[in-house]
């Protein structure tokens, strides 16, 4: 369920996922750095005889949170869902990550819309196996959101507590720029690998099993910049170069 301007939207499986990155020198677990990639490409009647890539497309993508988690499953615990909280502006400047929007409304062009949304705020709201659904809510303008909220009626729980009613689908669709419900996996862990391991595939399975809990996966991925081609080395700084990176991957989507 994905809503954002007059479009139907379809997920765009592989680029939709969540992402962790081990650093060489991360050593708990809060230290992981995550990323949550979703992207899609307009859909309907009117679309079905376009190609995929020349569809007009939205990419979110959240980067940069470090949850303290027991392991990967504990993503479904992830709530940052904190329209309530009058006191603290809403916004992915913080622990729930920094939100990156891009738009690319014209087909096969280059033309891409950015910055229309400042604030947001996103939850998982539950887990099937490597599957996590998310959802997200974006805004061009959060403050005057906070307003419209503080309008909600304030409902009695059961143990006389005041809170107010949670906003419902109606509302989302007609104040945030974007708003989702959908199933993304959990995808891919990169480890950085110093180059004098001998072992890079089996040092990352070892690193990512002690910080995230992971399983065997399902394929298993090296780069080595110093062995890609003259352009890809031109391009890669230097303190990339000097180590590896394994790419462990999960749940079907890996490049071949």
Known sequence: MIYFRNYHWLPVQGYSRFDALIQTDDQKREDVFWMLDFRCVAAGAEWRRVRHWERPSL???????????????DLETLNYWNWE???DDISFCGPSGWLDVEFYPACGSKECEKSFVSDGIWRVAGRENGWLTVELAAFAD????????????????PDGREERAEPDLDFWKKNAEIYFVENIPFGTVTVRVPRNVRD?????????RALIGVDEPEHIQVHDHLK?????????????????FVELHFNGFYED
Do not use: H
């Open 85 to 87: 909280e009058e006191t």
């Open 142 to 157: 959060g403050p005057s959101l906070m307003e419209l909220l503080k309008g909600l009626p304030v409902q009695v729980t």
């Open 228 to 244: 890609a081609n003259d352009r890809i080395q031109k391009e890669c700084p230097e303190n990339i170069r000097q180590d590896v």
């Open 59 to 73: 990419w979110v993508q959240v980067n940069g949170f470090k949850p303290k988690l027991r392991g990967w499953r």
């Open 200 to 208: 890079p595939e089996a040092y990352a399975l070892r690193r990512a």
